[in-house]
Structure formats: structure tokens, C-alpha cells
């Protein structure tokens, strides 16, 4: 049995935790913050059968796309001088983390 962990933009999380009800695995969301953009994401996990893995990843990778975005930037000239202009950034896509699970018990 595998454990995976899969975080997600917020804005691809509705069609993630669709698309895997839909397959048949159970999920758990969890709301988390990224420290980059310190912008909304969704973590996923969800516990499979080795078999299963695969095509889980599969199905976040398909539902999980990178886009560019612009966000503000600051940047200092000297003197405590700070101004601050957009720079693009590619955000979304999936970070999956996949781990052994020694035992599993529903109680």
C-alpha cells in the first residue's frame, strides 16, 4: 500500500478531487499555503494499492496545469529606495510525494 501526497493550486483543485472520487479513490483535502506566492493551495491524500499509483498520478497530472501569472516584485536602489514591478512566474501543476505505508487500519 502507498501514501500519496499531492499539492495543488486551489484553482485545479475542484477537477483533482473530482476526477479521483470518480476513479474510485478516497481522499482527504487539506487546505495549505505555499511559501514562494504564499498563495491558496489544496493538498490531497490518499491512501492505494500499489497497482493503483500510476494511474492516480495520471489523473492529477491531467487535471493540474501550469500557467503563468504575474505577481509584484520589489526590488531596492540603494538609499531604503523600494519599487516594486510584476514579474512572471509559472504557477499550478502537481507536487506528488508517494510513501510506503507500513500498516493501515480503519477504526
Known sequence: MKLIFAIVNNDDAGAVSAS???????????????????????????GTEDDKVDKAIEIIGNCSKKRKQMVPSSASYGLGMYTSFPVEVTVGGATVFVTDVEQFKKL
Open 20 to 46: 479521483l472520487t470518480k476513479e474510485g479513490y478516497q481522499i482527504t483535502k487539506l487546505a495549505t499555503t505555499g511559501g514562494f506566492l504564499l498563495s491558496g493551495n489544496t493538498t490531497f491524500i490518499c
